[in-house]
């Protein structure tokens, strides 16, 4: 919370990572603008899925970045999810 003491550029925008529906009402009281959800594919213990993550965006109203294991095979799964943002270090490699 301590991020809305702070000023900042106009054109500055704070977003925030989240894993659960608690982390997500915690960045929703924080006012950030993007929410970045993980890790969608990446096979490690937090690992979402496709239905989680739809369950989880449903949670909120605020935009949803999906980050985690994306690489160039399974980009087309994104078009289930109606995400156009998405981040990933892989598919860029």
Not at 29 to 44: E, R, Y
Request: net charge positive; hydrophobic share 40%; glycine share 6%.
């Amino acid at each position: 919370m301590k991020h809305l003491a702070y000023s900042y550029k106009k054109n500055f925008e704070i977003i925030g990572s989240a894993h659960n529906i608690k982390e997500i009402r915690t960045k929703e009281i924080q006012n950030i603008k993007k929410i970045v959800l993980s890790s969608l594919f990446k096979t490690n213990k937090n690992i979402l899925g496709i239905n989680r993550f739809k369950l989880l965006s449903n949670y909120t109203k605020t935009e949803i970045i999906v980050l985690g294991g994306i690489s160039k095979r399974n980009k087309k799964k994104l078009n289930l999810l109606n995400q156009t943002d998405f981040a990933g270090i892989s598919f860029f490699e």
